[in-house]
């Protein structure tokens, strides 16, 4: 196949196993933080086992690395299903690199629609709660690959699946308060949400409504109400002279149920590790009020409560054994996911500030 970029085959990344479901979509990343990082880096993190997570493709301007074959499932996007189902493209997120990514991918996208088939673009954040891919126009990426030019300013559309607010982790992970809140922030700026009204329910009506707000703020139309449609959506009421309704109260984190002291900095990890790193997998008689039998097998109470709220967070790839209260490699991959995007210091290991972060901290 003749290609319109670099191609290189090289490197393989180990974060990847069997796929077990046909191809469906194609979902759309961006490394995002630091933002001056350059594409080698990010694939020699990629294809460290370390990472924990990978791609299919790595794209920069005029390069494209496939360190994951599209037959083969990549451990993207945070979500069990999207993983079988979708193939990732990583996008280098440098402003003085955008149009020329933008033409890379979209040359891309193309080549893949040609053997797969018309497969739809989604963001990441459609499958787990983050920004990602953050200001890239999934619409403008479409069209581009279809072979029409991008829209002269604005976003429209993305090409994303039916009911996507009931897929939607970050939607799904919103409180009724939360969600409320909202709907009197779209209320407030004039926008009907239907005959529901201010229900504390994020279904259709709602999902419509911020999309015609996103898109008249001049924003990435996707339904989904983030952290950059509530500070446009609440400049755009500043300006016309109303007040934004104020948040509802920031959750709070139960305590840390480990031990901390100087020697003894208790924390849940792999059992590999040391004794300070509980994995609920064996017996520890430092934490015997954590770390308990149950039908015969041990397990951390605290960790499965750690677990559950990662799930509830829409950590899906958590669910195959549900709240377990194991520390094992799906756990410590799905932490270092969390970790990155909730800008967390790396390490796979569940301490105070991951522990707190899974209750109080809004993922970037």
Same mark, same amino acid.
């Given at each position: 196949?003749?290609?319109?970029?670099?191609?290189?085959?090289?490197?393989t990344?180990?974060?990847? &196993?069997?796929?077990?479901?046909?191809?469906?979509?194609?979902?759309?990343?961006w +490394?995002? &933080?630091?933002?001056?990082?350059?594409?080698?880096?990010?694939?020699?993190?990629?294809? /460290?086992?370390?990472?924990?997570?990978?791609?299919?493709y790595?794209?920069?301007? !005029?390069?494209?690395?496939?360190?994951?074959?599209?037959?083969?499932?990549? +451990?993207?996007?945070?979500?069990?299903?999207? &993983?079988?189902?979708?193939?990732?493209?990583?996008?280098?997120?440098?402003?003085?690199?955008?149009t020329?990514?933008?033409?890379?991918?979209?040359?891309?996208?193309?080549?893949?629609?040609?053997?797969?088939? /018309?497969?739809? *673009?989604?963001?990441?954040?459609? +499958?787990?709660?983050?920004?990602?891919?953050?200001?890239?126009? *999934?619409?403008?990426?479409?069209?581009?690959?279809?072979?029409?030019? %991008?829209?002269? !300013?604005?976003?429209s559309?993305?090409?994303v699946?039916?009911?996507?607010?009931?897929?939607?982790?970050?939607?799904?992970?919103?409180?009724?308060?939360?969600?409320?809140?909202?709907?009197?922030?779209?209320?407030?700026?004039?926008?009907?949400?239907g005959?529901?009204?201010? /229900?504390?329910?994020? !279904?259709?009506d709602?999902?419509?409504?911020v999309?015609?707000?996103?898109?008249?703020?001049?924003?990435?139309?996707?339904?989904?109400?983030?952290?950059?449609?509530?500070?446009?959506?609440?400049?755009?009421?500043?300006?016309?002279?109303?007040?934004?309704?104020?948040?509802?109260?920031?959750?709070? %984190?139960p305590a840390?149920? *480990?031990?901390?002291?100087?020697?003894? *900095?208790?924390?849940?990890?792999? %059992?590999?590790?040391?004794?300070?790193?509980?994995?609920?997998?064996?017996? &520890? #008689?430092?934490?015997?009020? /954590?770390v308990?039998?149950?039908?015969?097998?041990?397990?951390?109470?605290?960790?499965?409560?750690?677990?559950?709220?990662?799930?509830?967070?829409?950590?899906?790839?958590?669910?195959?054994?549900?709240p377990?209260?194991?520390?094992?490699? #799906?756990?410590?991959?799905?932490?270092?996911?969390?970790?990155?995007?909730?800008?967390l210091?790396?390490?796979?290991?569940?301490?105070? %500030? #991951?522990?707190?972060a899974?209750?109080? #901290?809004?993922?970037?």
């Open positions: 196949m003749a290609r319109a970029y670099t191609y290189i085959t090289k490197f990344s180990p974060n990847q &196993n069997t796929r077990n479901r046909k191809i469906e979509g194609i979902t759309i990343h +490394w995002g &933080n630091p933002v001056g990082q350059k594409i080698e880096g990010i694939v020699s993190w990629l294809c /460290d086992k370390r990472a924990g997570t990978s791609a299919h790595v794209v920069s301007d !005029g390069i494209v690395y496939c360190i994951v074959a599209p037959g083969k499932r990549a +451990w993207h996007a945070g979500n069990s299903t999207a &993983n079988h189902t979708q193939i990732g493209i990583e996008l280098d997120p440098n402003a003085s690199k955008r020329g990514t933008m033409r890379t991918a979209a040359a891309l996208i193309k080549d893949l629609r040609s053997t797969y088939g /018309d497969l739809p *673009l989604s963001p990441h954040k459609r +499958w787990t709660s983050t920004e990602c891919p953050g200001n890239y126009d *999934l619409a403008a990426l479409d069209r581009l690959a279809r072979g029409a030019a %991008a829209p002269a !300013g604005g976003a559309k993305p090409a699946s039916k009911n996507a607010w009931e897929t939607s982790p970050r939607i799904q992970g919103m409180s009724k308060a939360e969600v409320k809140r909202i709907q009197q922030m779209l209320v407030d700026a004039n926008n009907s949400i005959k529901s009204g201010v /229900d504390g329910s994020y !279904g259709k709602t999902f419509n409504t999309k015609r707000v996103q898109k008249a703020l001049g924003l990435t139309a996707d339904g989904v109400f983030g952290p950059a449609t509530e500070k446009a959506l609440a400049a755009h009421l500043k300006a016309m002279g109303k007040k934004v309704p104020a948040r509802p109260a920031k959750p709070k %984190a840390f149920p *480990l031990p901390r002291k100087t020697g003894a *900095l208790y924390y849940y990890g792999l %059992a590999s590790g040391p004794k300070t790193s509980v994995s609920g997998q064996t017996r &520890n #008689t430092a934490v015997p009020g /954590d308990v039998q149950v039908k015969g097998r041990w397990m951390s109470k605290g960790l499965a409560l750690f677990q559950a709220q990662l799930i509830k967070r829409g950590w899906s790839e958590l669910k195959k054994d549900g377990d209260g194991r520390f094992g490699k #799906t756990t410590e991959k799905v932490v270092r996911q969390f970790q990155t995007v909730a800008g210091k790396v390490d796979g290991q569940v301490g105070p %500030a #991951t522990w707190a899974a209750w109080e #901290t809004p993922v970037k």
